[in-house]
């Protein structure tokens, strides 16, 4: 099988910055990943040992020039010394345990220190997604003009809809190949400027085509690099500083390390009665944000005006990005109902990179499940508890101790 991931940079934004959070903040700190499949795909024989070959190729993936400068001018939060460690990684496989069992499922297991392991996520969950749609016959029957059709159509509305929104979907994308398609036609499609409707009155688009969480695509396409931090360092802290002050701990450490920059933050880790519970004005002025990512939408949209007003702070001029699994039409409702309450944008993955004619998108996800501080500390269970039940993951006996603390 060909190799299907050949740039450094092919990777969200988060893994970068959270890197960098690491190596400032627990650069002794050794963890382990887990890949868990959502959907209980039964693999093909096989299919693990063409994981790990691709696993071996990106030992030769290796970070440029041209990518460093890239991060250098739109990645700017990140310090110069930074880019000398990101120029000696490598990848190593040896931190990889890829098997399959009796029935076919696949099991994916990284463990290692926390800076290296950390840029393991994309690279492993698009070589099974594209491996996947490769044997099953997706992408050999894939129609590259009709799908680049679909995506424009997909772009006007979006842009007619006064939606600002970003690319997400780098994790379950078809292939590197329709992800790319997708961004350049994106981009096409927002540089015309609008549409001329049928009587020749030219509309011009309400809506922004925000960037891509993809790194390497955003510098081909010369976009901006979306993304800030992941559920991992809330669920290290929670080991760390316990359930109900883990939140605030990370919003601290985080606003020390980027100094105010990167300043969207994704509060649902451990629910949202934990992150509410102790969310104090400081903080909420140091973030320019929040994203939501589980939960009823509109719901949490009227905890979290509440929380700003009990502040003291106006909502409106806070950020909140939707990224909860969105298509158009319930990005078009949720922008309809904060009704210029907030400054609101949307960030779609899947429905963007995987939503192809005759053609099953993945479910798989990679969650960190285990830490400790150093080399030297015992070993502990990380959780992600999340507002929506089918995205808790972790240690049983762990999630529903946390749970019956903070009150579920």
């Given at each position: 099988?060909?190799?299907?991931?050949?740039?450094?940079?092919?990777?969200?934004?988060?893994?970068?910055?959270?890197?960098?959070?690491?190596?400032?903040?627990?650069?002794?700190?050794?963890?382990?990943?887990?890949?868990?499949?959502?959907?209980?795909?039964?693999?093909?024989?096989?299919?693990?040992?063409?994981?790990?070959?691709?696993?071996?190729?990106?030992?030769?993936?290796?970070?440029?020039?041209?990518?460093?400068?890239?991060?250098?001018?739109?990645?700017?939060?990140?310090?110069?010394?930074?880019?000398?460690?990101?120029?000696?990684?490598?990848?190593?496989?040896?931190?990889?345990?890829?098997?399959?069992?009796?029935?076919?499922?696949?099991?994916?297991?990284?463990?290692?220190?926390?800076?290296?392991?950390?840029?393991?996520?994309?690279?492993?969950?698009?070589?099974?997604?594209?491996?996947?749609?490769?044997?099953?016959?997706?992408?050999?029957?894939?129609?590259?003009?009709?799908?680049?059709?679909?995506?424009?159509?997909?772009?006007?509305?979006?842009?007619?809809?006064?939606?600002?929104?970003?690319?997400?979907?780098?994790?379950?994308?078809?292939?590197?190949?329709?992800?790319?398609?997708?961004?350049?036609?994106?981009?096409?499609?927002?540089?015309?400027?609008?549409?001329?409707?049928?009587?020749?009155?030219?509309?011009?688009?309400?809506?922004?085509?925000?960037?891509?969480?993809?790194?390497?695509?955003?510098?081909k396409y010369g976009l901006k690099a979306i993304g800030t931090m992941s559920h991992q360092i809330i669920e290290f802290e929670e080991n760390v500083?316990?359930?109900?002050?883990?939140?605030?701990?990370?919003?601290?450490?985080?606003?020390?390390?980027?100094?105010?920059?990167?300043g969207i933050y994704l509060y649902d880790c451990f629910g949202d009665k934990v992150f509410f519970g102790n969310l104090s004005k400081r903080m909420a002025m140091?973030?320019?944000?929040?994203?939501?990512?589980?939960?009823?939408?509109?719901?949490?949209?009227?905890?979290?005006?509440?929380?700003?007003?009990?502040?003291?702070?106006?909502?409106?001029?806070?950020?909140?990005?939707?990224?909860?699994?969105?298509?158009?039409?319930?990005?078009?409702?949720?922008?309809?109902?904060?009704?210029?309450?907030?400054?609101?944008?949307?960030?779609?993955?899947?429905?963007?990179?995987?939503?192809?004619?005759?053609?099953?998108?993945?479910?798989?996800?990679?969650?960190?499940?285990?830490?400790?501080?150093?080399?030297?500390?015992?070993?502990?269970?990380?959780?992600?508890?999340?507002?929506?039940?089918?995205?808790?993951?972790?240690?049983?006996?762990?999630?529903?101790?946390?749970?019956?603390?903070?009150?579920?």
């Amino acid at each position: 099988m060909q190799q299907i991931i050949h740039h450094l940079t092919d990777n969200d934004a988060y893994t970068f910055s959270c890197q960098y959070y690491v190596l400032q903040t627990y650069p002794r700190s050794e963890v382990e990943y887990t890949f868990f499949d959502r959907n209980k795909t039964i693999y093909p024989a096989g299919f693990a040992a063409l994981v790990e070959e691709q696993l071996a190729y990106m030992t030769n993936v290796v970070i440029t020039e041209e990518e460093i400068e890239f991060m250098k001018s739109r990645m700017y939060y990140l310090p110069e010394w930074y880019f000398t460690f990101l120029r000696g990684y490598r990848f190593n496989p040896n931190e990889v345990t890829v098997s399959q069992d009796e029935e076919g499922h696949l099991e994916i297991s990284v463990r290692g220190k926390w800076y290296s392991t950390i840029m393991w996520e994309m690279p492993i969950l698009s070589i099974v997604s594209e491996l996947i749609h490769t044997l099953r016959g997706e992408i050999a029957s894939y129609d590259a003009q009709r799908e680049e059709e679909r995506c424009e159509e997909k772009m006007r509305k979006i842009l007619s809809e006064g939606l600002l929104l970003s690319e997400m979907g780098t994790r379950r994308r078809l292939s590197f190949a329709h992800q790319d398609m997708v961004i350049r036609t994106m981009k096409r499609v927002y540089d015309s400027g609008g549409y001329t409707d049928n009587e020749g009155t030219h509309h011009s688009w309400t809506g922004s085509f925000t960037g891509t969480s993809n790194v390497y695509l955003a510098m081909k396409y010369g976009l901006k690099a979306i993304g800030t931090m992941s559920h991992q360092i809330i669920e290290f802290e929670e080991n760390v500083s316990g359930i109900f002050e883990c939140n605030f701990n990370v919003m601290k450490k985080f606003s020390d390390v980027y100094d105010g920059d990167n300043g969207i933050y994704l509060y649902d880790c451990f629910g949202d009665k934990v992150f509410f519970g102790n969310l104090s004005k400081r903080m909420a002025m140091m973030f320019t944000g929040l994203r939501v990512d589980s939960g009823i939408e509109e719901e949490q949209v009227e905890k979290i005006i509440d929380k700003y007003n009990l502040l003291g702070i106006d909502p409106r001029t806070k950020h909140v990005v939707f990224s909860n699994g969105l298509n158009i039409d319930r990005a078009i409702e949720i922008h309809k109902y904060v009704n210029g309450r907030m400054q609101d944008s949307y960030g779609m993955g899947t429905f963007l990179t995987c939503d192809v004619e005759n053609t099953r998108p993945m479910n798989i996800v990679i969650k960190l499940t285990k830490m400790r501080i150093t080399e030297k500390r015992e070993w502990h269970d990380c959780v992600k508890l999340s507002c929506d039940k089918g995205k808790t993951l972790g240690n049983p006996e762990k999630c529903a101790y946390l749970l019956k603390q903070i009150g579920h």
